[in-house]
């Protein structure tokens, strides 16, 4: 699967960098160029479930205020 989406970060740079951080050791994810707050990523997963757990953790890290889903490709 293959999903695009927007990772909006908090008011905090100290959090925001710490997730940052998070989000560019996971090797699934590509990541797009930051604008202000705003960081578009592309998550590729090999099942929705998968899927569903990637923005679940991508929403669970400080810092991360909130994330917009904008495509999902659901071949898997």
Known sequence: MISG???????????TNAALIEIKAKANIDIGIQS????????????????HKMTDWL???E??????????????
């Open 36 to 51: 202000e707050r705003c960081l578009p990523i592309v998550v590729e997963t090999d099942s929705i479930e998968s899927s």
């Open 63 to 76: 810092g991360v205020s909130h994330v917009d889903v904008t495509y999902v490709h659901l071949d898997e």
């Open 5 to 15: 989406l927007v990772v909006h970060f908090s008011e905090d740079e100290s959090l």
């Open 59 to 61: 929403f669970e890290l």
